[in-house]
């Protein structure tokens, strides 16, 4: 979701400086300039608003996927973590029924 981000912070920048280098290098008067500018700037936030309700849906579905794979992810851990604690108690119960006592015996 990070590249998603970051992508649509480049369109939005992209499109900034893109209104920024048009205004300052348009041959027209201040009022007429300013007119094409809020109309241009009108027109951006008009597809960014489109953008975000093509691209929300696909999103939200994504990261319900991701959750879903992470509570799995974590339930297996957690299963994993009780194998291996249960091992680790037999192993432990096994060496120590296998050393001998200070007498010498196998306890």
Known sequence: MSHLKTFAKGVALGG????????????KKGKEMQREAKSTIKKLV????????KIE????????????IEKKAVKKGKRLV??????AKKYHATRDQAKP?????KK
Request: proline residues 5%.
């Open 16 to 27: 900034l400086v893109g209104v920024i280098y048009g205004l300052f290098n348009a041959p």
């Open 101 to 105: 006592d200070k007498k010498g015996k």
């Open 82 to 87: 009780g194998k291996a604690k249960t091992t």
């Open 46 to 53: 008009k597809k960014g608003k489109g953008l975000k309700r």
């Open 57 to 68: 849906p696909k999103v939200r579905k994504a990261v319900k996927k991701a959750v879903r």
